[in-house]
């Protein structure tokens, strides 16, 4: 019984010592400066950035982090010299570099971080890499106390700078060999009246190439060349969109990593034109009235280069909204009267170039319309009745409608949902069959209030 008590007690003391410092939790990952994957050549300096996300919320008592500690691989060496710095949610803190055995870099902060704030941790130096190649060097990371007591165990690998990137601890040593030069390159002007350069050439056929740089200088200019990353080894096109006009040489690379290039190759020399074609217009324009005014949506334009979206009705402004690919949307609050109303959306570009408008007409009814209707012509302004909830003024609750036959047989049920304005009947029966030509009567109810009238479906 005695050694059953003095075991129980040394499993907990090993609990109660693993647990020691566990409530700050956090996960890091480390990239190459410049490159989103985890790639460096063998025998080379390269940037490197440690990026930590540590949440504080439950930290304790001797949970204060002083220091930050990267254990770097065999063959991975740096100094105090190639420290950069480090940063907290993108501002600089104040730090010294302790590098022990040219393998391990110790970050200790002037001053230990208490507060119980979560935060992105961004720690930047230079490290040489070894002459061996590796598919899985294992850098590891640590944080340590004012006792210099660890915090924890190492950090664990994960997302922590919100980019597709290298997203472990992980990096890859590949031969310190640059690639063969990227053949077939050509560069082409656009002749149809856009500012654009087409690219082409052939793929590398070496395994170990991430991508490709492109070069683009403006001749008029004394300026660095702009840089086109292109991060796919397959692509063999690149098309260069809202060329400023003037006159520009291209040259490609392809590269193992930023820091491993092939030779730039030979230059080609293009002239662009200004802007002078009309974007296309917009697609699936829907004008939908609602309890907010008149929701507008519409699908965006498949040219590249529009950066203005003009919404009107009739010959009035009503917005122009940026480009801005997540949502096509404007709601017109104007208290509009009875009557016919054109809405239209235009596309513009950088070149200020107008696509043609993409138009609907909305009816704002106090009756419902058309009476008589078709359902089976194709026009959907003829094929379809309309009926406002506005046909009952300063009524308000839930809108339904109610269809009949000349002998009281109900066809039909329609009920709105929360802020829908209007209800459509198709002309179907609840089972989804085209009624027959005739007169039919409808009761209109928007919460205690109701109107009866009669509708004419001809075939």
Do not use: H
Not at 225 to 238: L, Y
Request: hydrophobic share 35%; glycine share 6%.
């Amino acid at each position: 019984m005695k050694n059953i008590v003095i075991a129980l007690i040394i499993i907990g003391s090993l609990l109660i010592a693993n647990n020691n410092y566990g409530a700050v939790t956090s996960v890091g990952e480390i990239n190459v400066v410049g490159q989103t994957r985890g790639v460096v050549p063998a025998n080379s300096t390269v940037p490197l950035i440690v990026t930590l996300s540590i949440d504080r919320s439950l930290a304790e008592p001797g949970e204060e982090i002083k220091t930050i500690e990267i254990a770097m691989p065999l063959g991975f060496l740096t100094q105090s010299s190639y420290f950069k710095g480090i940063l907290r949610d993108r501002n600089e803190i104040p730090a010294r570099p302790v590098v022990s055995g040219g393998n391990v870099l110790r970050v200790e902060l002037a001053d230990a971080i208490v507060d119980f704030q979560n935060s992105i941790y961004e720690i930047i130096f230079e490290c040489r890499t070894p002459n061996t190649i590796t598919l899985k060097a294992v850098f590891r990371a640590r944080l340590r106390n004012r006792d210099d007591a660890p915090i924890g165990e190492f950090i664990r690998e994960g997302q922590a700078d919100s980019k597709l990137n290298n997203d472990d601890f992980n990096l890859e040593v590949i031969q310190n060999v640059p690639p063969d030069p990227v053949i077939g390159f050509a560069a082409e002007a656009d002749g149809t009246g856009e500012n654009d350069v087409t690219l082409r050439w052939q793929k590398s056929g070496d395994p170990d190439v991430n991508g490709y740089l492109i070069y683009r200088n403006n001749e008029n200019t004394v300026t660095e060349d702009d840089t086109i990353n292109v991060e796919n080894r397959s692509s063999t096109t690149f098309r260069d969109v809202n060329v400023p006009p003037g006159s520009y040489t291209y040259q490609i690379v392809a590269y193992k990593t930023i820091f491993l290039q092939s030779e730039r190759s030979s230059k080609q020399t293009v002239v662009v034109s200004p802007d002078t074609a009309a974007p296309e217009p917009p697609t699936m324009l829907s004008i939908t009235p609602s309890s907010d005014g008149i929701e507008i949506f519409w699908k965006p334009s498949s040219s590249r280069d529009v950066t203005t979206y003009r919404i009107t009705e009739g010959s009035t402004i009503l917005a122009e909204i940026n480009e801005s690919k997540t949502e096509y949307k404007f709601i017109d609050d104007r208290p509009l009267p009875t009557g016919s109303f054109i809405y239209a959306v235009i596309a513009i570009d950088e070149a200020n170039n107008e696509s043609i408008p993409l138009e609907k007409r909305l009816r704002i009814l106090d009756e419902p319309y058309p009476n008589p209707f078709t359902p089976l012509s194709p026009d959907e302004d003829f094929n379809q009745v309309v009926f406002p909830a506005r046909a009952l003024e300063e009524a308000s609750g839930e809108f339904t409608v109610l269809i009949f036959d000349i002998d009281g047989m109900l066809v039909r049920s329609l009920t709105a949902s929360p802020g829908e304005t209007e209800l459509i009947w198709d002309g179907r029966n609840e089972a989804g069959e085209i009624v027959e030509s005739g007169v039919y009567v409808y009761q209109l109810q928007v919460g205690e209030s109701f109107k009866t009238g009669t509708l004419i479906a001809a075939k």
